[in-house]
């Protein structure tokens, strides 16, 4: 990074005060993660809610001050826009755990849940304190996942976490009927998620996995910003419009500087019992093409197997009913992989400046 060439991009960012404020946006903790490599800036803006309206004109101001600088190629200015809270620092990422994992995919229906709590569960085999976050407000798993349907308990303060096979679970959906339609606006899915990070009694944890809604919207986005994520995973088919779906959800991981894990092709093959024969009905070597061409590490392959759509339907998830099968195996593998890559991350953490 070019320090000298840094200093200049942050003399100009402090050089700009928004109408009816008193100090400049760089002080002010309005730009985040901002970062300057290959000739590209890139930050977010948070914005007052007040300044929506001129939220365009805004970036278009700010980028119009950057291109300035000599060289500089491309501003990325991604707007964001939190209420503003009495009393409280808006800044102050989440951590409800040492290290938060995020599952995401840029669509719906690639067996991200699955994969989540899966992969939860390989963590706690390898002997740490795990729990699981269901962020799906629109549609959640977790209920069916884990076969618990009850209301959470309350301590007076803090909702507690259901415990499904030794993990600490939430889930929107152990808060509202199964068959209730949830009809909410942006704003309020926002609140509701970080409802469930703030106000739930998380307990010692060593691992949170978040499992993330399909997409690259608002909450995608809030969860990126307001907590503090160790990195995230992409969960993806072997199909074309899967991938391009999930080359999304990883570029805006990499906009907001969250470290990304590694990709998993799921749906990868199916293996016929009868014949011994590999099926690739998806295709096949997708997700691993596409995290070679991107640089990623490619987690591995998780075929189509009736095993494991019996045990989450029935809310035993394979890693733990069925411990000895390949599939629980490959999980292990990812939970191992994932172990390797966080520690090897956290002692070359790259300067992000906030």
């Not at 390949?326 to 300067?351: C, F």
């Amino acid at each position: 990074m070019n320090n000298t060439k840094l200093d200049e991009i942050i003399a100009i960012l402090k050089s700009i005060i928004l109408q009816n404020q008193s100090s400049n946006i760089y002080e002010s903790k309005m730009v985040n993660g901002l970062k300057y490599e290959n000739n590209i800036i890139s930050f977010t803006l948070e914005l007052l809610p007040e300044q929506l309206k001129q939220a365009e004109t805004i970036k278009n101001f700010i980028q119009e001050k950057l291109y300035a600088v000599n060289d500089v190629e491309k501003v990325e200015i991604i707007l964001t826009s939190h209420k503003s809270k009495k009393n409280t620092n808006t800044n102050e990422p989440l951590k409800p755990a040492k290290h938060i994992i995020a599952i995401a995919s840029g669509k719906g229906g690639v067996g991200k849940s699955t994969t989540a709590i899966n992969l939860a569960l390989s963590l706690l085999k390898l002997n740490y304190d795990v729990g699981i976050l269901d962020a799906d407000i629109y549609g959640p798993s977790l209920p069916k996942l884990t076969g618990i349907i009850n209301k959470p308990q309350s301590n007076g303060k803090k909702i507690i976490p259901h415990n499904a096979f030794g993990l600490q679970v939430m889930s929107i959906g152990y808060l509202v009927p199964e068959d209730a339609a949830t009809i909410w606006r942006g704003p309020m899915v926002m609140s509701a998620i970080e409802q469930l990070l703030r106000d739930v009694n998380w307990s010692n944890l060593d691992f949170l996995i978040i499992d993330m809604p399909p997409g690259t919207g608002d909450a995608q986005l809030t969860l990126s910003q307001r907590v503090q994520l160790a990195g995230a995973i992409i969960v993806s088919t072997p199909q074309d419009l899967s991938l391009i779906d999930a080359r999304k959800g990883l570029n805006m991981f990499k906009k907001v500087n969250v470290p990304i894990l590694g990709i998993i092709e799921n749906m990868s093959y199916f293996e016929c019992n009868n014949c011994n024969t590999k099926h690739e009905i998806f295709g096949h070597g997708g997700a691993k093409a596409e995290a070679e061409k991107l640089g990623v590490t490619f987690l591995n392959a998780i075929p189509l197997d009736i095993s494991l759509r019996t045990t989450s339907d029935e809310g035993t998830p394979i890693v733990h009913k069925e411990p000895n099968n390949s599939i629980s195996k490959k999980y292990m593998e990812i939970g191992s992989k994932i172990l390797n890559k966080i520690e090897k991350d956290v002692k070359k953490a790259p300067q992000i400046i906030n």
